[in-house]
């Protein structure tokens, strides 16, 4: 019954790899996001995606490209990995027809060696 | 800039005891702010929001305060209970699709 799915929960991997993470919603929802969450546990938005359109892109590297290939589904691929890369990453969900509270998956903890 | 802070990065609450955690923004066009729980090894769960137009708003056990004129929003927890123990979070929305996020109080509630 989960609402917001993400996999995998955790990610090791070498430097210069390439990595995705899936996201799923049930919940009916038209706005995807994914977020990074640092070591201090903050919060930052990274893209945000309506009826499969992006519609923002916090300065995000090129090396991470979402993909929605409907409105329930938000995958995140990252290229060439960094040390600096290394977080939790969130994926919400939301009614982007009006404001309302986002739902969150339970992240994926990306480390990097 | 925009910038959604906390005054404190830690509290610590006894058991039974009611906890305010606070929150500044700094964009004076924000019209939705939510407050949102994080246990550990979980996702961010929402707990209660105001629309600017209101100065409170109350659920269970919870309260939210907005005060609009110092840009300034407060999450009240009445009879704290150990299962609060958290990390609080306080956003905002700028339009409809971004939001920005405080960053965080650890809310510890001692036996």
């Known amino acids: 019954d989960t609402a917001v799915s993400q996999t995998p929960k955790y990610l090791v991997t070498q430097m210069g790899n390439d990595k995705s993470i899936k996201c799923e919603q049930n919940?009916?929802?038209?706005?995807m996001y994914w977020y990074k969450q640092d070591s201090k546990k903050f919060l930052k938005i990274m893209f945000s995606y309506n009826n499969k359109e992006l519609i923002i892109n916090e300065t995000v590297p090129n090396r991470f490209s979402p993909k929605s290939p409907d409105k329930a589904h938000l995958n995140l691929h990252i290229n060439s990995l960094e040390l600096g890369d290394s977080a939790v990453y969130f994926c919400?969900?939301?009614?982007?027809?009006?404001?309302?509270?986002?739902?969150f998956g339970d992240g994926t903890r990306l480390s990097i060696l | 800039g925009e910038s959604v802070g906390l005054h404190l990065p830690t509290l610590s609450v006894q058991e039974g005891d009611n906890s305010i955690i606070n929150c500044a923004y700094s964009n004076s066009a924000s019209d939705y702010f939510i407050w949102y729980k994080q246990e550990s090894g979980k996702g961010p769960q929402f707990i209660i929001d105001i629309r600017s137009n209101m100065d409170k708003r109350q659920g269970q056990r919870v309260t939210v305060l907005l005060n609009k004129t110092v840009k300034h929003l407060s999450l009240q927890i009445a009879a704290t209970q150990p299962g609060d123990s958290a990390v609080y979070f306080c956003?905002?929305?700028?339009?409809?699709?971004?939001?920005?996020f405080g960053t965080g109080t650890r809310l510890k509630v001692l036996a």
């Open positions: 956003a905002e929305t700028e339009g409809t699709y971004k939001y920005i």
């Open positions: 919400a969900s939301s009614r982007g027809s009006s404001i309302g509270a986002q739902h």
């Open positions: 919940l009916g929802h038209d706005t």
